[in-house]
T-cell receptor, first 110, second 114 residues
Framework: GQNIDQPTEMTATEGAIVQINCTYQ??????LFWYQQHAGEAPTFLSYNVLDGLEEKGRFSSFLSRSKGYSYLLLKELQMKDSASYLCAVRLGGSYIPTFGRGTSLIVHP | DSGVTQTPKHLITATGQRVTLRCSPR?????VYWYQQSLDQGLQFLIQ???????AKGNILERFSAQQFPDLHSELNLSSLELGDSALYFCASSGGPAATDTQYFGPGTRLTVL
């Protein structure tokens, strides 16, 4: 199976920057998603990376290195509402169904 | 609001029973995906339908089945329910079956089996 590794939990201070890492097995890689999920709610789409590099979207950016099997989600100017779980999901070649990691629970405190 | 709707929002039932969860995709989307999310397993893909036909199958138990109707809404049927089936069930939709499609998730149905 596909191993997708993310830290279980992170904490950060309001106004700060936090980087959430995701590593995966590179064989057959065909795209990586980041989703945000507040407790008990639906995952909401944040970003999609299929080529190497940084994609910036407002306060959120996502980076991908295909050769290293590595991605990160960067959240700037943290707000209390950013407290949520962040899910990394990877597509493998031949299957367009993404496999989700267990998610990283981010706690933003004042 | 993703545009994907799911009913009911909450469902409480007993072991051995059968339930049906319903999903309406975003307007224009042809693909529907079902996921199960429990505390110890994370988000697990169950099954995908595209334009009425089964497209991909994940970790779906034989006690579970799904279908997509001509109007593109989908139903997930769970039978002979067990305590371990208690979870959040999400439906997601996308425009087509292709690898570039992003999935948009509905609000989920919380199933509690007592």
């Amino acid at each position: 199976g596909q191993n997708i590794d993310q830290p279980t939990e992170m904490t950060a201070t309001e106004g700060a920057i936090v980087q959430i890492n995701c590593t995966y097995q590179t064989s057959g890689f065909n795209g990586l998603f980041w989703y945000q999920q507040h407790a008990g709610e639906a995952p909401t789409f944040l970003s999609y990376n299929v080529l190497d590099g940084l994609e910036e979207k407002g306060r959120f950016s996502s980076f991908l290195s295909r050769s290293k099997g590595y991605s990160y989600l960067l959240l700037k100017e943290l707000q209390m509402k950013d407290s949520a779980s962040y899910l990394c999901a990877v597509r493998l070649g031949g299957s367009y169904i993404p496999t989700f990691g267990r998610g990283t629970s981010l706690i933003v405190h004042p | 609001d993703s545009g994907v709707t799911q009913t009911p929002k909450h469902l409480i039932t007993a072991t051995g029973q059968r339930v049906t969860l319903r999903c309406s995709p975003r307007s224009g989307d042809l693909s529907v995906y079902w996921y199960q999310q429990s505390l110890d397993q994370g988000l697990q893909f169950l099954i995908q339908y595209y334009n009425g036909e089964e497209r991909a199958k994940g970790n779906i138990l034989e006690r579970f089945s799904a279908q997509q109707f001509p109007d593109l809404h989908s139903e997930l049927n769970l039978s002979s329910l067990e305590l371990g089936d208690s979870a959040l069930y999400f439906c997601a939709s996308s425009g087509g079956p292709a690898a570039t499609d992003t999935q948009y998730f509905g609000p989920g149905t919380r199933l509690t089996v007592l």
